[in-house]
């Protein structure tokens, strides 16, 4: 059974840094592209980041409202995804989740909060 678990989150200030992490079971975690979304208060869930499987080089992608700030990763010997956050701003302020696209089936974690505020 596939598990993601996700952890990290947190109240920071405008400006500041966090990193969250994705433990990830019951798949060939490195197989597979892994990705970060976000809700915010209000609104619909959006892509945050994607990186490919070890096939595909572990290629990255990001959404634009992130670019340059947010930096997704993973480390396939731990099975986990990272996702490190600089130079936050109150508008990254959401529930951050971990996403296993395997097929058909799609994998979630329960999420973790970010509240980014002075």
């Known amino acids: 059974q596939v598990h993601l678990v996700e952890s990290g989150g947190d109240l920071v200030q405008p400006g500041g840094s966090l990193r969250l992490s994705c433990a990830v079971s019951g798949m060939p975690f490195k197989l597979y592209t892994m990705g970060w979304y976000r809700r915010a208060p209000g609104k619909q869930r959006e892509l945050v980041a994607t990186?490919?499987?070890?096939?595909?080089?572990?290629?990255?992608n990001y959404a634009d409202a992130v670019k340059g700030r947010f930096t997704i990763s993973r480390d396939n010997a731990k099975n986990t995804m990272y996702l490190q956050m600089n130079s936050v701003k109150p508008e990254d302020t959401a529930v951050y989740y971990c996403?296993?696209?395997?097929?058909?089936?799609?994998?979630w974690g329960q999420g973790t909060q970010v509240t980014v505020s002075s």
């Open positions: 996403h296993a696209p395997l097929g058909i089936s799609n994998f």
């Open positions: 990186i490919a499987s070890v096939l595909r080089s572990g290629t990255t």
